[in-house]
């Protein structure tokens, strides 16, 4: 019994880690905005993710949330754009789409509607788009809120209703924003909104593209791997996973990886680790000594 339940923990030790962290933050904008939380006489996070404040010090802004504000033709204040720089610099440290994977409320949704949809053996392809469709919706948001003069993406984001409402009001928009977005992972598009719409993921994806040697990264044992493709099966974004390039590079791309640990959880060879540190190419000597 001991050891079924250490085998089971190991393997949802990052599902577990990620729901803790994702819950602890939504109950401390809550506990702020509606228990009054204080931290030294301040607020302790005051605010939303599009913009909070810790403990009265320490700003954070989202930046995809300055970006469409500039393009609306509105000055962001010193404490926006320092907050906007902490948070590019924390999630470029991280890497990849982090902030996906372990902050933003939508994944829970996203991650409930897959369960969902594999218990029920629903083959949620009715609707059948590019991946990259984001990265145009992303654009898009920009466009409109320059031509708008608002921050349009911030208006009807459902990850922002989710948390407004969860944290100050009554809980009727979020459950609106969030059934959608489960019924359309269910019924129409697997992984449809985070992984094929959302302007937010699109920001975050070509963040992590340009963070090119992040301190945390998902590394690959070659040796290791048998092939199995239990990765895949798992991965919000199988396609990062492919084992020519993770042979020749050792870890898995920054860019469109969550972070979020599934990949590890589900390799049974362990050929799959999180690493802290950067990364090391392959020299072409070694790569070539691989395939003899």
């Not at 994702?22 to 301040?42: H, K, P």
């Not at 509105?74 to 902050?103: E, K």
């Not at 301190?215 to 493709?229: E, H, I, L, P």
Request: hydrophobic share 50%.
């Amino acid at each position: 019994m001991t050891r079924r339940f250490h085998m089971r923990f190991a393997n949802m030790r990052y599902a577990i880690a990620r729901r803790t962290l994702q819950l602890s933050v939504l109950v401390l904008f809550a506990g702020t905005a509606r228990l009054g939380w204080t931290l030294a006489g301040a607020p302790l996070l005051d605010g939303t993710l599009s913009a909070s404040e810790i403990a009265g010090v320490i700003p954070l802004s989202d930046p995809l949330a300055l970006l469409e504000r500039l393009a609306a033709g509105h000055l962001p204040t010193f404490a926006a754009g320092l907050g906007a720089l902490f948070v590019l610099v924390l999630y470029g440290l991280l890497g990849s789409r982090t902030f996906c994977g372990w902050v933003c409320p939508m994944n829970m949704v996203a991650d409930a509607a897959e369960w969902l949809r594999r218990r029920l053996g629903l083959k949620a392809d009715v609707v059948r788009i590019s991946n990259k469709v984001r990265y145009g919706l992303l654009a898009a948001a920009l466009a409109l809120s320059a031509a708008t003069g608002t921050a349009a993406f911030e208006a009807v984001s459902p990850q922002a209703w989710i948390w407004r409402d969860l944290v100050f009001g009554s809980g009727l928009a979020a459950l609106s924003a969030a059934s959608a977005v489960f019924a359309l992972d269910l019924a129409l598009m697997k992984h449809g909104w985070c992984g094929h719409l959302c302007p937010l993921g699109a920001f975050w994806s070509l963040v992590g593209r340009l963070t090119h040697s992040p301190v945390v990264q998902v590394r690959f044992d070659d040796r290791a791997c048998t092939r199995c493709g239990d990765c895949l099966h798992v991965c919000p974004e199988p396609h990062v996973i492919r084992f020519a390039n993770l042979k020749e590079t050792g870890r898995i791309p920054p860019g469109d990886c969550l972070n979020c640990g599934r990949c590890i959880e589900a390799c049974g060879e362990n050929a799959l680790c999180f690493r802290i540190g950067p990364a090391r190419e392959r020299s072409a000597s070694s790569t070539l000594s691989d395939t003899q």
